[in-house]
């Protein structure tokens, strides 16, 4: 059975927010402070916040099995 956790728009978006969380693409030699923190450090935090917000968001959708 197909849910709509299974979805490729469900996955596609984890994919994006993944790309976006993980700070591969930041350069080495940025100094760039928020905060006091490196920017790439609140940008994974950030991230990663969105990404459980997200989680938590399909999460509360109804699980194709309550729906009946």
Do not use: F, Q
């Given at each position: 059975?197909?849910?709509?956790?299974?979805?490729?728009?469900?996955w596609g978006v984890y994919a994006v927010l993944l790309l976006?969380?993980?700070?591969?693409?930041?350069?080495?030699?940025?100094?760039?402070?928020?905060?006091?923190?490196?920017?790439?450090?609140?940008?994974?935090?950030?991230?990663?916040?969105?990404?459980?917000?997200?989680?938590?968001?399909?999460?509360?959708?109804?699980?194709?099995?309550?729906?009946?």
């Amino acid at each position: 059975m197909k849910g709509p956790y299974l979805s490729l728009k469900v996955w596609g978006v984890y994919a994006v927010l993944l790309l976006v969380a993980v700070p591969w693409y930041w350069p080495a030699e940025d100094e760039t402070r928020w905060g006091g923190l490196p920017a790439w450090v609140v940008v994974a935090i950030a991230g990663s916040v969105v990404v459980s917000a997200y989680t938590a968001w399909l999460l509360r959708r109804p699980w194709p099995s309550e729906e009946e």
